[in-house]
């Protein structure tokens, strides 16, 4: 069950390649997540598979449809989130939403719709009026007005305050809770964290890595890292690190980054033992974050 | 292959039958927004009809010098072909520059609505609202100035208003796109049509201009769609079919530049 299939996606602008043969493909009820810096190519990809640009080589497939051959039935089964879009200055919420389920063959009803984005109370409220958490609102209602079975977030929640994408975010959760398909670019870390099913770094026109979060970090080769408390007489000098580790001490605190965290810690431990340092304080194991994942992609590890 | 085409025409129908519907409800969608905004339905309308009577109890009485023409028969049908411009013009392009800045139309473009639904929408709700101008314009004329449209001038009425709306409505369309801002289209429309519509007669009907110049005016859709609607109301000395290539050339122009240079956001 594919609901979006994207193989070998090329896109170029004259001579400028954007996207340099991408693949992935996003399942039905799932929330996907197209994380990657800006320039990326996050906003070209939608695009295509929305049908509003024509790739120039490669398979995209949305709904076991041709975006680029047919995006008026494509659209009619999509909605789209798009970042800062205005609404007509005279319009009231129930009256927008109706005209907007009025371009769709089966929309979805109101006073769902209202629902849904917890806007019943609004119905009759000038658009101009609302406050900007009631706007993106009332944006997801009209995406929603078709009864879409994918829908397209661009960037959600760039520029929200926390409560605000609190709110957003239970949205999603709730789209997901209803069955749909959702496929959400950003560049937020923890957005990702929180709702992704599957996700996709894409840097440089390319696809880095894919998969689950979990995956993600792990594939992106990031030591996982083991710290404890560094004891005195290790700060004083007069004790030397096991040699087979790498372990840095800074402020205190030791660090030992390694590929293998069982050996690590079997090493460690004896270490301490050897050296009657007992348990070591504070010690604590930090699987790979997805944070670290991105930056030792995007940035080559620099931290 | 039978079978194909059997298919293809009921669908192809269905298209086109859904397409029209859409643009009906747009045109209501339109028209209601329209009227909403008081303020704006309001100066859409005291435009034409103050320059109407303050034309009419000035500059325009009796015979025009040396004719048999009653100055009314002529800067009526004139007011109606700016009510046109008004309407199509300077407040079509604008209200497009508006919703193109907005990201109004971005907006729509993601639904599965036809582009052509949707334009043919607009352009229905500022014929509706030109038709509404036109019959406030004939109405005071009638009763105002005594200025009767002749049953014979039905024709070239009807057919000026059709061909004006379609002709200044492709060119708001592109005056639109033409705009950088959704400030900056009302100023420029202002600045093209106005000096037009001054040479062309249409607030004094016995301004001259020089000989080059009225050709130059001549070439122009102002004139030409104010003469063929003072045909309308009296029968004037001219050739009414170069007015009519003249608004059919601007409209083809117009529509042809629109598509070519039309912009969802």
């Known amino acids: 069950m594919i609901a979006i299939e994207v193989s070998g996606l090329e896109m170029s602008y004259g001579d400028r390649q954007v996207l340099a043969g991408i693949d992935f493909e996003v399942r039905y009820g799932e929330v996907f997540c197209l994380l990657g810096p800006n320039g990326a190519g996050k906003t070209t990809t939608v695009e295509i598979l929305e049908g509003f640009r024509q790739r120039t080589g490669g398979i995209a497939r949305v709904l076991d449809m041709d975006p680029a051959a047919q995006p008026a039935r494509v659209r009619e089964r999509i909605g789209i989130v798009l970042q800062e879009c205005g609404f007509p200055r005279q319009a009231r919420v129930a009256e927008l939403i109706d005209m907007w389920r009025s371009y769709y063959i089966n929309p979805r009803p109101l006073e769902e719709l209202l629902a849904v984005v917890e806007l019943t109370a609004d119905r009759n409220a000038q658009v101009r009026r609302l406050s900007g958490g009631q706007r993106r609102r009332l944006d997801l209602a009209l995406a929603l007005a078709g009864d879409p079975d994918l829908i397209f977030l661009d960037e959600p929640t760039t520029g929200f305050d926390p409560e605000s994408r609190r709110r957003c975010w239970a949205a999603i959760e709730n789209l997901r809770a209803l069955g749909k398909t959702v496929l959400l670019t950003t560049h937020y870390l923890d957005e990702v964290e929180r709702l992704a099913d599957r996700m996709a770094i894409l840097q440089d026109g390319r696809i880095q890595v894919a998969g689950t979060v979990r995956n993600v970090a792990r594939q992106a080769c990031v030591p996982t890292r083991i710290s404890f408390t560094a004891p005195e007489r290790l700060r004083a000098g007069s004790l030397t690190l096991p040699a087979c580790l790498d372990i840095s001490v800074s402020g205190g605190i030791a660090v030992c980054s390694t590929a293998s965290t069982a050996v690590a810690l079997r090493e460690l431990l004896a270490w301490a033992a050897e050296n009657d340092l007992g348990d070591l304080d504070d010690l604590s194991v930090a699987n790979p974050t997805l944070e670290d994942a991105y930056l030792q992609l995007v940035t080559g590890g620099t931290r | ?265």
């Open chain 2, 1 to 265: 292959m039978t079978v194909m085409a059997a298919n293809w025409q009921p669908l192809e129908w269905r298209t086109l039958r859904r397409t029209l519907r859409l643009a009906v409800s747009q045109v209501l969608i339109e028209q209601r927004s329209f009227w909403r905004s008081a303020e704006y339905a309001l100066f859409t309308f005291a435009l034409p009809l103050a320059l109407l009577l303050l034309i009419g109890s000035t500059t325009a009485k009796g015979y025009l010098p040396g004719t048999h023409v009653e100055g009314q028969m002529i800067f009526v049908p004139s007011i109606i072909a700016f009510g046109v411009i008004v309407a199509a013009y300077v407040n079509l392009g604008a209200k497009l520059a508006t919703l193109r800045h907005d990201g109004v139309l971005k907006r729509i473009r993601t639904t599965p609505l036809p582009a052509a639904a949707y334009l043919s929408g607009i352009l229905g709700s500022t014929a509706a609202t030109t038709l509404a101008i036109t019959a406030s314009i004939v109405a005071i004329g009638v009763v105002a100035f005594g200025a009767v449209p002749r049953v014979s001038g039905l024709a070239e009425i009807v057919g000026g208003l059709v061909l004006g709306v379609l002709c200044f409505g492709s060119l708001g369309l592109a005056l639109s796109s033409v705009a950088r801002s959704a400030e900056s289209a009302s100023p420029i429309a202002n600045a093209s049509y106005l000096p037009v519509a001054i040479m062309s007669g249409i607030f004094d009907p016995t301004f001259s201009v020089p000989g080059w110049l009225s050709v130059i005016v001549g070439l122009l859709p102002v004139r030409a769609l104010a003469q063929i609607l003072q045909q309308g109301y009296t029968p004037v000395e001219h050739a009414p079919l170069s007015d009519l290539y003249v608004l059919l050339a601007w409209t083809v122009a117009g529509c042809a530049f629109a598509v070519w240079r039309f912009r969802w956001h």
